[in-house]
């Protein structure tokens, strides 16, 4: 069955500092990557993704994931964060047997 | 575009009771998916259907009923509501990419709380 495991529960940084936070899957087969973020009160919406190609992806709002097949990692990062980056971020794996897994999540709270 | 729709938005029932929680898609996807998603524990998936005529478990189908009336919708049906329930729900829909699903777009979520 797959899995998707991320790191960091819970992330306070400052405004400018650099974010990392990590994703590891287990599946065996094919997989397309995903990071999605939720701002309070809201839906899920894409943040970036990967298919296959060039494994560092960039998306939107200035974050960048990089795709490590051999690690089985696709972890976020950005340079410098805002304080309107406060959200939950999730790690998704969707595989060729039809499913979408999702990590547990990761909070980041940005302090102006 | 509407996108992803899901009605009611909210909803409080006793337990016991049961409901039907609607949801449409208005971008030619074929699949579509139900979650629940709370605190700590991420999405986890309640059912899916690949495609219209299709349905399939998930994570945690236990309690829960699906039907895909057509391609457009996908309804979810909880048949005696159990305080366990009480969770915010989410359908979303997507496109095969390299026959893996592609990017999900998720409706505004329906928040449930069985009392």
């Known amino acids: 069955a797959q899995s998707v495991s991320q790191h960091n529960h819970h992330v306070i940084l400052s405004e400018a500092a650099s974010l990392e936070l990590g994703c590891n899957y287990s599946?065996?087969?094919?997989?397309?990557l995903f990071w999605y973020v939720q701002y309070p009160g809201q839906h899920l919406q894409l943040l970036l993704k990967?298919?296959?190609?060039?494994?560092l992806v960039k998306g939107i709002k200035g974050f960048e994931a990089e795709f490590i097949k051999s690690k089985f990692s696709f972890n976020l990062r950005k340079p410098s964060v805002q304080w309107s980056d406060t959200a939950e971020y999730f790690c998704?794996?969707?595989?060729?047997?039809?499913?979408?897994?999702f990590g547990d999540g990761t909070t980041l709270t940005v302090k102006p | 575009n509407a996108g992803v729709t899901q009605t009611p938005k909210f909803q409080v029932l006793k337990t016991g009771q049961s409901m039907t929680l609607q949801c449409a898609q208005d971008?030619?996807?074929?699949?579509m998916y139900w979650y629940r998603q709370d605190p700590g524990m991420g999405l986890r998936l309640i059912y899916y259907?690949?495609?219209?005529?299709?349905?399939d478990k998930g994570e945690v189908p236990n309690g829960y009923n699906v039907s895909r009336l057509n391609k457009r919708e996908f309804s979810l049906r909880l048949e005696s509501a159990a305080p366990s329930q009480t969770s915010v729900y989410f359908c979303?829909?997507?496109?095969?990419?390299?026959?893996?699903?592609?990017?999900?777009?998720f409706g505004e979520g329906s928040r449930l709380t069985v009392l």
């Open positions: 979303a829909s997507t496109i095969e990419i390299l026959r893996s699903p592609g990017e999900l777009f």
């Open positions: 599946y065996g087969g094919t997989v397309n």
């Open positions: 990967y298919f296959s190609g060039d494994p």
């Open positions: 998704a794996v969707h595989t060729n047997a039809g499913k979408s897994t």
């Open positions: 971008m030619n996807h074929n699949s």
């Open positions: 259907s690949a495609s219209e005529g299709t349905t």
